[in-house]
């Protein structure tokens, strides 16, 4: 797949909202599941959610379930985050991947990586 970067990233008040996006390089976007994890300092690499290559599949983490909402544009190549009533323990650098096989919440499935983008909630 090559090269995933994210961006969207920022700082925002608990209860706001922020899209995430990740834009990959390739032509074979579409074949490829997508993740979202993050990583809080002095934590494990936790998972957020995934999306099949057509978009018909979706599976998140049930600390974000009903408030985040992933999403793709094939034609564009990226996929997204949508991040609503956020709250301060959501603070995290979050990273999209790419997995050629199934979604899947194992970070293990998943080939390429994005280096993250940092997203903080005050509260």
């Known amino acids: 797949q090559g090269q995933l970067v994210e961006s969207g990233g920022g700082l925002v008040q608990a209860g706001g909202s922020l899209r995430l996006a990740c834009a990959a390089s390739?032509?074979?976007?579409?074949?490829?599941?997508m993740g979202w994890f993050r990583q809080a300092p002095g934590k494990e690499r936790e998972f957020v959610a995934t999306i099949s290559g057509n978009g018909a599949v979706t599976y998140y983490a049930g600390s974000v379930k009903g408030r985040f909402t992933i999403s793709r544009d094939n034609a564009k190549n990226t996929v997204y985050l949508q991040m609503n009533s956020l709250k301060p323990e959501d603070t995290a650098v979050y990273s999209c991947a790419a997995s050629s096989t199934y979604t899947s919440s194992a970070p293990s499935v998943y080939n390429y990586w994005g280096q993250g983008t940092q997203v903080t909630v005050s509260s």
């Open positions: 390739g032509r074979t976007f579409s074949r490829y599941a």
